[in-house]
């Protein structure tokens, strides 16, 4: 059975770090497939669009994503293509929360449209393209896998 994890809050140091790809044989591992059934049962409890391996611990490249009903997991996810077009829109994260330990939301300016190549839960080939809401989860997302959070972008222009 999945099970809930606890989620790191910002600042927790597991968050800044870098999370390195995973192998084809730890993907089809026991300890890794629990980490996915775990990762998407903790996105859907908390309600969050999404959640990246490093805010259940895990310094790896492993996220799970929401598109209307779907679950998305990424493995070893890489953008590789951005569109030109951005645009502004509001952002919170599951893992940056005010001293009451509400969410914060605020402005983060993402390209409108991106394509993305990424490993499944059975560790094959997919690629994505995607606009929009989804388009900016995935760079939400994979931000976090860089050890980056939407607060280090907040958006002040115009
Ligand atoms: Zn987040």
New binding site residues.
Partial sequence: MAKVLPILNHPHPILRKKSRPLTAEEINSSKIQSLISNLAKTMITKD?A???AP?VGENVQLLALRDEEKIIIMINPQITKKSWAKDVNEEG????LDKNGNIIFGNVERHKKVQCLYLNAKGKKQKISAENILARIIQ??TD?LDGI??IDKLYHGK
């Fill in positions: 969050g999404g959640l990246a805010q994260c599951l893992s940056v939400h997302e976090h959070l939407f």
